[in-house]
């Protein structure tokens, strides 16, 4: 780990007593102006801010960054400037300089508690725009921290150098947004579990992946860094794992025996907007799949009235989980979730409104799962309905003798089709009676039409 | 006058009482004319008289009859009276009648040292009063014995100040005593009747308590009953009748506890020498009417023998305790500084070597050996230097002409004594007071004013002018006394209050006294909450031990059936303190939250509160429902169970249940005889173990012959077509897989995991389900075949619901019975109205059509019959 | 969002910023520190800090992670600075011998109203916790 900069010593020497009154007095003035410049005017200063960050005044002043600030924080705060409203943009800009042109780790850690409260604040007033804006400032002031031995040095002017007290070190700093994660997500909520606020919890996962890429692209190998992140991979893990319960729950809640739809439904959208956010992994896509699917099965078999209506709203509602379930599966992840995968798909396409594109649906079935029983009957009477489409048409044509010469080509290629058409359903489904029915119907038109099958 | 409060050391054998000075420098202990510095824990009958005799009267009746009651504290919190004369009384009526004594004495003793010093004081300013007191408690008593000590205080006519734990009061002292302001303290307390372990760190003369542990039933009586035991043998062996029943037989309960004190006296005798000769004639009469004569010998080895495993059990608790202040704090035994022994029956030689071996040297505390001083008074005065502590010095005016409630009392917050040539002097004026007080001034005798500041006045929670003075200057060594008056704008004065201040010599003794940052005491037991897990109750911590109090905690749960009560079952480590149970209307969504906060405040008073659905609810934490007494035959019982699950236990479960449960036994089969409330405790701590392991499965589920049949229904359909891909993979892919299944499996199975046999099963079951799926979706479900099989598979399940909720055992527990044989009803008249009777009105002859979706629904409607029977076993419980 | 997590709500503050102590005390001085807090309080406020002293010195890397999470550097009150500030000779010379010893609140109270103009204004969070003294400002020095 380079050191970004010289050691700087955690904590300034002593001073005399009256340069201390005098840097207090000076913090006074200069910190609202800061706080609410900072937070682009969002953040008002509390009454002992002056008090607690009187010591980033007098690290701020010894920065090659106040050179490019101090001249307007200091006219802003004695009045001689005016604040203009927009100068938030051209301030965004004045920061960054201010930071490529350095700032001490002690200024920085400053920066990172400051950011982080900035952030806080907005959260409570719901402005996830600014909240985005503080997280990542925060978290690059942490890490600009964490580029230097300040940290180091700092444990053992608290006489803590051990590696175990370091790896938990800045535990505190997911904590809030772990915790705004399950709240949002109604984990710890029992009297409503699935309420949720997803902006909170997009914020929160959001805000906690940001920190674990960031982390990751430093290429640091500063143990408290790494610890939080494999502390971020670990919170993701136990949340994912919890919504999965919640979700098992609702669905064993689910009272089949007079089935209401958009109670079948809930769990499924309920899942669906909260792995909106969250990634879906292969165990997610399978679970929620699995339980659509059964509920699927339970459905035809009470044969309500309002299946035919009922169904498709469930597929639908379950609709993102089996096509990422049916991607993993073509990846190789997720063995012996084919059936299942399959079976929705089926579903799908039995019960499609449009006949056109359903072979679609069985294609993909078989796809998944080959040999899939009744994929393989679907589809295999699909080709005999589209056989049946071609065969129609052929009989129109009245002759071998009166055809012209593009309605041959044509005819030759309808009856080829026909063929491989036949050929496929038989393969797919052999026990499928109508085949030999319409194996004499063809072999009839080809013989009617000249057109005998060649091979 | 100074109203100072003491501190009382309740104890099973012996009591005492002492007050701190109100300059903090030393604390006066109750000694009698003889100097004695305890009192006996005994309260007697004098028939002849009439009268209550408490202590040393108490004591010398010890022979006479009626018996005076001893070791009344193993009973505090149990609601069984015990005969004083014509009187029944509670263990914390006859504990209130011990400290009313102590108070009373200790009133006289500071009248007449009070006596010596009235040329200093001729008004009598600064007499001491008392009617405040700390009352100590073990570290491990349970709640209902904590609030039985403080009813003892309050009937005594005490106002409790609060209670504070026996190590911690210890500590306390040796580091005011030694002048300790820092360190890491062990305390051993090993009392007549009950054995702590406290460690307790000192930080900067603040006290923390990071670990607590013990046994309430283990004491230096149990040490005498073993030896009385041993001499009840061999006078058996001499011949006489002595086959006694201590339970049952009153006669035989005083022959016993004649025994029992001479055995003490061995004891005792045993501290200083290696053989002690017992010789008593005509103790009592035997069975057969017989005068009963002692003659023997008893060795110090043979008396050490009996007594090894009750010392080793003191010491497992202390490792506990290290393992605990590891946790909290990162406190182990090398950062122990001084081990201290408490308690009379640290005498004992025996007790101080395995503490040292254990404890002390080269891997162990700091110190080189365990510390005893004052191991029978350190309680007591620790006690003392808390109740000051708590209370600040107060002087109190009273108007003989006035109420009582016109007394105005003055208390200083700040230390009276200092080393230093300044103090500060911070405190509060209470009572009449006029409106109008503006300032402060402190005065000295001679009227110069040495300071003055503003008065601040403040009504919540209760009027009190506060004062603050940052700097008053004590120029020399000594007592230096002040008047505080109380004056209005004008200046005139309107109270005023002699008081005074100390400055100690620059070597005068540190005397820590740890006063507004300690927290002394903790919670020295998890409280639980029982919850519905998934198939039987489970165990939610609430608060858990080492808690410092005062502490608040809320919770959410909710309810997790539609009974139509909730049962909020709250459990201290194994023992149900309260159980609260609220009614709600049956039709209470599930899920309905319910709110809960504990409350526990620094004297250890619990309270809980919380709603359900709007309905709130509140209850103090007050002493169970006596506990059924058990006979020899249900502890017979007992012991025939830990047998039979012994047997069927194997490997390392085998050990652990056995170290759980041995010393169990063993206590029973000794305490049968000699001490019947100690047998109750054992028993019903040996239940409490028995039913972790009744529920716990002894073998893994699922068993393995059904895996067997599941892999090999797999194997059949996977291989019999080489052409064919079930599940889309090919035979090649399948024999991959399923060999590392069976590895899986069969690793999991031979090393008992439960978890990984548990996922290798479930891996062969979703494997065997999928496979079926294919194979059974084409059969013709049209058939009346079917249709046929269908109905006789509901029909049999209806039957055997209907048979598993006749068979079902009701809970031991009388209001969740009560709970079960309601929703046993339901469900009884649910499974006739909507299963049975549908499934008879069924025509399976007829459209298979119409009759197929019947039998779904009637299908779903046994899934649901059935979830409903699986949570009888934890209905009205809550979930998290 | 329940009370507990407003960012205004001081329970949620790091206890080193709230009460003004410098996070790299040590477990004794911060004992220090707070005990003398401690004592002018209210039963009340003395439990709140009584939980803080808890907090802060049970488990030494919990301290250290509290630590690390307050902002640098000591925080003392203008108030105590000004104190600790020597104070200028005295100009009236001995004419009042009043014997007895002046503290620093006399001398506060002798110097007129916080609301002056030109007057220092003192904020009251600057003080510790007392709740029972108010000071008054500082007039112009003689």
């Known amino acids: 780990m380079k050191p970004r900069q010289n050691t700087t010593l955690p904590i300034p020497p002593e001073r005399a007593p009256e340069r201390k009154l005098l840097a207090a007095l000076r913090a006074k003035t200069l910190v609202p102006t800061l706080i609410e410049v900072l937070s682009r005017g969002q953040v008002k200063a509390r009454e002992d801010d002056a008090r607690i960050l009187r010591d980033w005044i007098e690290s701020l002043h010894a920065d090659p960054g106040w050179n490019i600030i101090g001249a307007r924080i200091e006219a802003l705060a004695d009045g001689s400037a005016k604040r203009a409203p927009h100068a938030s943009a051209d301030w965004t800009q004045l920061w960054a300089q201010a930071v490529a042109a350095g700032w001490s780790p002690r200024s920085d850690h400053h920066h990172a508690l400051l950011f982080a409260r900035f952030c806080d604040e907005a959260l409570s007033k719901t402005d996830f725009e600014h909240a985005e804006i503080f997280w990542k400032e925060s978290v690059a002031a942490w890490l600009r921290v964490l580029d230097s031995d300040y940290l180091d040095a700092w444990l053992k ?62 290429g640091t190998g500063e143990p408290a860094l790494l610890a939080l992140g494999e502390e971020v991979a670990r919170a993701r893990g136990e949340t994912q794992a919890d919504i999965l319960r919640q979700f098992a729950r609702m669905i064993d809640a689910l009272d089949l025996s007079s089935p209401d739809i958009e109670a079948l439904r809930a769990p499924f959208l309920w899942a669906g907007a909260i792995f909106d956010i969250l990634p879906m992994d292969a165990a997610v896509a399978a679970r929620v799949s699995d339980a659509a699917v059964d509920i699927g099965w339970k459905l035809r078999k009470l044969k309500p009235d309002d299946l035919d209506t009922a169904m498709p709203k469930l597929l639908n509602a379950a609709r993102p989980f089996n096509d990422a379930l049916e991607a993993f599966i073509l990846e190789g992840e997720a063995f012996g979730h084919n059936s299942t995968c399959a079976d929705f798909l089926v579903f799908r396409g039995e019960h499609r409104a449009r006949s056109k594109g359903r ?20 589809l295999s009477y699909e080709r005999l309905r589209a056989l049946s489409d071609l065969l129609l048409r052929v009989r129109m044509v009245p002759s071998a003798i009166t055809m012209l010469p593009g309605t041959a080509t044509r005819v030759e290629s309808a009856i080829a089709e026909a063929w491989e058409l036949l050929d496929q359903a038989e393969a797919l489904y052999p026990s499928n009676e109508t085949i030999q029915e319409y194996r004499q119907q063809l072999a009839h038109e080809a013989e009617r039409l000249g057109r005998e099958k060649s091979s | 006058m100074i109203n100072r409060p003491a501190g009382i050391d309740l104890g099973t054998t012996n009591s005492a009482i002492a007050v701190m000075r109100p300059e903090g420098d030393d604390i006066w202990l109750l000694q009698d004319r003889l100097r004695r510095k305890t009192v006996p824990s005994m309260v007697g009958w004098n028939p002849e008289t009439a009268e209550f005799v408490v202590g040393h009267h108490a004591w010398n009746r010890r022979v006479l009859q009626p018996q005076p009651i001893a070791s009344i504290k193993r009973k505090m919190g149990s609601q069984q009276r015990v005969e004083v ?38 008004q009598g300013a600064h007499r001491i009063h008392i009617d405040r007191a700390v009352i100590t408690v073990p570290a491990y008593f349970d709640a209902p014995q904590i609030e039985a000590t403080r009813r ?40 007549g009747g009950t054995f702590d372990v406290s460690i307790i760190r000192s930080l900067m003369g603040e006290y923390q308590v990071l670990a607590v542990d013990g ?78 004569t002692l003659d023997l010998e008893v060795g110090r080895n043979e008396f050490e023998e009996l007594i090894e495993d009750l010392i080793d059990q003191s010491l497992d608790a202390c490792h506990r305790a290290l393992a605990q202040s590891k946790e909290q704090a990162d406190v182990q035994l090398g950062d122990i500084d001084y081990v201290l022994l408490v308690g009379g029956s640290t005498h004992v030689p025996r007790v101080q070597q395995k503490i040292a071996a254990a404890l002390c040297g080269t891997d162990g505390a700091r110190g080189e050996r365990p510390l005893i001083d004052e191991p029978d008074t350190c309680v007591a005065l620790g006690a003392a230097i808390h109740a000051a502590n708590l209370s600040g010095v107060q002087w109190v005016q009273q108007d003989d002409a006035t109420s009582p409630d016109a007394a105005r009392k003055l208390t200083i917050t700040s230390a009276l004594s200092t080393r230093s040539e300044a103090t500060h002097l911070v405190g509060f004026l209470e009572g009449a007071l006029p409106d109008t007080i503006t300032s402060v001034a402190l005065a000295r005798p001679n009227g110069e004013i040495a300071s003055i500041c503003r008065a601040e006045t403040i009504r919540e929670p209760s009027p009190q002018i506060r004062f603050e003075f940052d700097a008053v200057a004590l120029s020399q060594a000594g007592r230096h006394d002040f008047v505080l008056e109380f004056c209005e704008e004008s ?155 012994r047997q069927k236990l194997w490997g390392l479960e085998q050990t652990h249940f056995a170290k759980r449960v041995d010393f169990l036994v063993a206590g029973i089969h000794e305490t049968a005889r000699t001490d019947p409330d100690k047998l109750q405790v054992l028993a019903r701590r040996l239940e409490s173990v028995l039913e972790d392991y009744r529920n716990r499965q002894t073998e893994l589920t699922p068993a393995y012959p059904r895996y067997s049949t599941l892999l090999n229904a797999i194997k059949r359909v996977v291989y019999r077509d080489a052409t064919a891909r079930p599940l889309g993979r090919s035979i090649e892919e399948w024999h991959t897989h399923l060999a590392s299944i ?63 909720v006749d068979a079902f055992t009701l809970s031991s527990n009388p209001e969740v019975e009560n709970l079960q044989r309601r929703e046993i009803m339901r469900l009884k008249a649910d499974l006739e109205d909507d299963l049975e009777e549908p499934l008879r009105a069924i025509d399976t002859q007829a459209d298979a059509a119409t009759v197929k979706p019947k039998l779904a629904k009637l299908t779903e409607t046994a899934a649901r019959l059935e979830k409903r029977v699986s949570e009888l076993a934890t209905l009205g419980l809550v979930r998290r | 969002m329940s009370e507990h997590d407003r960012p205004n709500n001081p329970a949620r503050q790091n206890p080193f910023d709230r009460l003004g102590l410098d996070p790299s005390l040590s477990a004794a001085q911060l004992t220090e520190r707070l005990q003398r807090m401690a004592e002018r309080l209210t039963p009340e406020k003395r439990d709140e800090v009584r939980a803080i002293w808890r907090e802060l010195t049970l488990k030494d890397s919990e301290r ?63 003080l510790p916790d007392a709740g029972f003294m108010r000071i008054r400002s500082e007039g112009l020095k003689p």
């Open chain 1, 157 to 218: 002017g608290m006489g803590a150098a051990d590696l175990k007290t370091r790896r938990h070190l800045l535990e505190p700093l997911i904590a809030a947004r772990v915790s705004q994660l399950r709240r949002g997500l109604s984990l710890e909520n029992a009297a409503n579990p699935t309420a949720l606020d997803l902006p909170q919890t997009r914020f929160a996962w959001q805000a906690l992946n940001h920190l674990a890429e960031q982390i990751k692209a430093s």
């Open chain 1, 359 to 378: 072979d679609a649906y069985f294609e993909r079935a078989i796809a998944v799962c080959p040999g899939h029983r009744n994929a393989s009957m679907m």
């Open chain 2, 85 to 122: 004369g014509p009187h029944k009384l509670l263990p914390e009526e006859v504990s209130a009648k011990t400290i009313e004594n102590l108070v009373v004495q200790m009133r006289g003793f500071l009248e007449s040292l009070g006596d010596l010093e009235t040329d200093k004081d001729p």
């Open chain 2, 152 to 191: 003892a205080g309050e009937l005594a006519g005490v106002e409790v100040l609060g209670l504070l734990q026996e190590p911690t009061a210890a500590a306390m002292y040796y580091a005011f005593k030694n002048g300790i302001g820092d360190g890491n303290f062990l305390v051993y307390d090993l009392g």
């Open chain 2, 215 to 292: 046994d309430n039933f283990l004491g230096g009586d149990d040490f005498d009953r073993r030896l009385a035991e041993k001499l009840r043998k061999h006078l058996i062996d001499q011949g006489y009748k002595l086959d006694l029943d201590v339970a049952n037989n009153a006669e035989d309960r005083t022959r016993f506890t004649l025994l029992e004190r001479i055995a003490r006296e061995v004891k005792e005798a045993l501290t200083s020498s290696e053989v002690q000769y017992v010789g008593r004639r005509d103790i009592f009469e035997d069975q057969a009417g017989q005068s009963v």
């Open chain 2, 491 to 645: 200046g005139e004065c309107l109270a005023s209050f002699p008081i005074f201040l100390q400055r100690l010599a620059d070597d005068a003794p540190y005397r820590p006294t740890g006063s507004a940052l300690s927290n002394p005491s903790v919670l020295a037991k998890d409280i639980y909450l029982e919850v519905a897990g998934d198939a039987a109750p489970d165990r939610f911590l609430l608060v858990p031990r080492g808690a410092s109090l005062p502490t608040r905690q809320e919770f959410r749960f909710y309810t997790a059936d539609r009974s139509g009560a909730v049962l909020l079952r709250l459990f201290q480590n194994r023992y149900p303190i309260r159980t609260i149970h609220l009614e709600i209307p049956p039709e209470t969504e599930l899920g309905a939250p319910v709110n809960l906060t504990i409350e526990i405040d620094e004297s250890m008073t619990m309270i809980a509160n919380g709603d359900v659905d709007g309905q709130a609810f509140s209850a103090k934490i007050a002493p169970p429902p006596a506990q059924a007494m058990r006979n020899w035959a249900q502890i017979e019982a007992l012991l025939d169970q830990t047998a039979a699950i």
């Open chain 2, 742 to 804: 069976e590895k899986d499996a069969d690793a999991a199975w031979k090393a008992r995991d439960q978890e990984a046999w548990g996922q290798a099963f479930d891996q062969v079951q979703a494997t065997w389900e999928s496979l079926a799926q294919d194979e059974y979706r084409f059969q013709s479900t049209h058939t009346a075949e079917y249709v046929e099989r269908l109905y006789l598979g509901l029909a049999h399940h209806c039957e055997e619901l209907k048979k598993t």
């Open chain 3, 64 to 126: 250290i992670k509290l630590a690390f999470f307050a902002h640098p550097g000591s925080s003392e009150s203008i108030d105590e600075l000004r104190r600790k500030v020597a104070p200028a000779p005295p100009q009236i010379a001995g004419e009042d011998e009043a014997n007895f010893e002046a503290t620093v609140f006399d001398a506060l109270l002798e110097f007129g109203d916080s609301n002056q103009p030109g007057g220092l204004q003192i904020d009251e969070s600057l």
